[in-house]
């Protein structure tokens, strides 16, 4: 079965740092490329960013609001993406999603399924 | 940015009745656009992607139709699970892939 597992997420002060991990079972992050989004409280859902699969040597695209801020990379086993969160503002706060692409060797750029349970991140002093 | 709008934003209905969800593109995104569904504490749930494809396990009371900019969402005899948020994605013009603002069904 395939399924995506977030973790890491907590409370943490403005500017900090933050690294959430998203654990994949029954397919690995090399064949298929990997999404965060979020959603603040009571809002709708925000694409975060993604990294794309072995296909596209891995590379990443990344939302305006996040773009130079957040990275997202997988360890070497390909079955755990991370989003490493530095500079983290109040506006951050939320619950965040990791998500694939279904499609294998996809570009990230389609619909998206399984998604994970989420991981609330709250920025806060 | 492909900005997506849904209407209502809330949508009230009887168990039973049938459900009727707008959703519409700044710029004609061909069929590209999914739907999801998500109920309170969870993750969204994919129901249809390439506008009209309904994903395998979705019921057949679920339907999409339209392409370019105009998009809806049937559901035809409301069950009591099937109330939730609804939104729809378009995945034509990206990055970022963008999301509409959902429709509340209560």
């Known amino acids: 079965e395939v399924q995506l597992v977030e973790s890491g997420g907590g409370l943490v002060q403005p500017g900090r740092a933050l690294r959430l991990s998203c654990t994949a079972s029954g397919f690995n992050f090399d064949d298929y490329a990997v999404s965060w989004f979020r959603q603040a409280p009571g809002k709708g859902l925000e694409w975060v960013g993604c990294?794309?699969?072995?296909?596209?040597?891995?590379?990443?695209d990344y939302a305006a609001s996040v773009e130079g801020r957040f990275s997202i990379s997988t360890d070497e086993s390909k079955t755990v993406a991370y989003l490493q969160m530095e500079s983290l503002k109040i506006e951050d706060t939320a619950v965040y999603y990791c998500t694939r692409d279904p499609i294998m060797w996809g570009n990230g750029g389609s619909w998206f399924d399984p998604w994970g349970q989420g991981t609330l991140v709250a920025v806060s002093s | 940015e492909v900005v997506m709008t849904q209407s209502p934003a809330t949508l009230s209905v009887s168990p039973g009745e049938r459900a009727t969800l707008s959703c519409r593109a700044s710029?004609?995104?061909?069929?590209?656009l999914a739907w999801y569904q998500q109920k309170p504490g969870q993750g969204p749930r994919l129901l249809i992607h390439s506008a009209s494809t309904r994903v395998t396990g979705i019921p057949a009371r679920f339907s999409g139709s339209g392409s370019g900019t105009e998009f809806t969402l049937t559901i035809i005899s409301l069950q009591s699970e099937d109330f939730a948020v609804y939104y729809c994605?378009?995945?034509?013009?990206?990055?970022?892939?963008?999301f509409g603002g959902g429709t509340k069904v209560e």
């Open positions: 710029q004609n995104v061909n069929t590209n």
């Open positions: 990294i794309r699969s072995k296909a596209y040597r891995g590379s990443t």
């Open positions: 994605q378009q995945y034509n013009t990206w990055p970022p892939i963008t």
